[in-house]
Structure formats: C-alpha cells, structure tokens
C-alpha cells in the first residue's frame, strides 16, 4: 500500500471522527485546492482553499450527528490517489427535507494530489442518494 493510499485513510478517518483546526489542516498543504463538482446539495459547485475547508468542517459538526466513509475502491499512481466512497451522515439537524436523526447517504469519487504527503488538491463528484 502506498504512503499516500495510508494518508488518504487517515484523512478520512480524522473527517469521520470529527477532526477540526488543526488537526484537520495538517493533513493539507497551505494551498490546496478543494474542488466540489455540481452535486444535490452543492448545485453550483464549489472551490475552497485551506480556511474555507476548515471553516466547512466546523459548520459539518453542527450539522451531522455522525458521519461514516468507506473505501469501496482505491487507485494510486505516484503522487495521485482516486478512492470510490461509501459516505452514510446522520443529521444533527433538519437539513433538506430530513429531520434529526435522518440518514444521507453518497457515493463519492474523490482523487487527491498530494506534494510532500500532504492534500494539494481535491476533487469531488458527489452522487447523493435519493432522500
């Protein structure tokens, strides 16, 4: 297994758990670019830099209760990883329809670039699943 396919687990476990600040921060390099394709919940996309990422973190705690992700696939060639995920988030709050307590489930395809073991750039095709 590749340094960065280890990294990319420990990322999205840290996310699972709950990591925020910088805790979360030292697993990106000062300027990565977070990329969010067109998604339900996203409609326009997005483009975040480190602060953006870390300031959607801390809001992510107040809207989940819980989140779990896991790794149905994973690819790796040189400095690139490209995973296929299986995200489940309970909600904390009403969000979208569903009350406290409803699950959101996704399939993520995520790919991560990483310079010097740490997250360079991210992109994400989100495809949530009907609620």
Known sequence: MSSNLRAAERYLAAIEAGATGD????????????????NRLTPAGAARGLSDI????????????????????????????????????????????????????????????YRDGRIVQQRNYDCFEPW
């Open 23 to 38: 805790e979360l921060a030292a697993f990106f390099a000062p300027d990565v670019v977070q990329q969010e394709f067109p």
């Open 54 to 113: 870390l300031e959607g973190a801390e809001r992510g705690q107040k809207v989940l209760r819980s989140q779990r992700y896991e790794i149905l696939h994973a690819v790796t060639s040189g400095e690139h990883v490209a995973l296929e995920v299986q995200w489940t988030g309970i909600l904390a709050i009403p969000l979208a329809g569903l009350p406290p307590g409803g699950v959101m489930r996704a399939r993520f395809a995520v790919f991560l670039d």
